[in-house]
């Protein structure tokens, strides 16, 4: 069939080729972005502040953890004493 086309038929049916082939990628490119670009908002809208809400919480976990520990302290002086209980129900208020 391409035997007896003429050299600028065949050049512009390659160009012509060519083109749909970029085409297509590009297509394919932009309609995985916008996928993407779907996953990134709903991972920035609605997962990610519940992983920061989770961290606050285990932040404020880790702070009552570890003024229970000290208060176990018997040579604890009542100063120290009433603000790590102050701490404690702060980090409680928090979560």
């Keep these: 069939m391409f035997r007896t086309e003429s ?6 049916g390659a160009f012509i080729l060519m083109g ?5 990628v590009a297509l394919v490119g932009w309609l995985g972005n ?3 670009n779907q996953h990134v ?7 990610l502040p ?3 809400g989770l961290w606050q919480i285990h932040e404020c976990q880790t702070q009552i953890e570890s003024s229970q520990i000290l ?3 018997p040579i604890l ?4 004493r ?14």
Excluded: C, G, H
């Excluded at 050299?7 to 512009?12: C, E, F, P, S, V």
């Excluded at 002086?77 to 120290?80: I, K, L």
């Excluded at 009433?82 to 979560?95: D, F, G, P, S, V």
């Design 20 to 24: 749909a082939i970029v085409f297509v």
């Design 41 to 47: 908002k709903t991972f920035s809208e609605d997962t």
């Design 82 to 95: 009433t603000e790590y209980l102050q701490r404690m129900n702060q980090a409680m208020q928090k979560i």
């Design 7 to 12: 050299l600028q038929i065949k050049l512009i």
């Design 50 to 52: 519940t992983i920061i």
């Design 77 to 80: 002086p009542p100063e120290e």
């Design 71 to 73: 208060l176990d302290n």
């Design 34 to 36: 916008y996928r993407m």
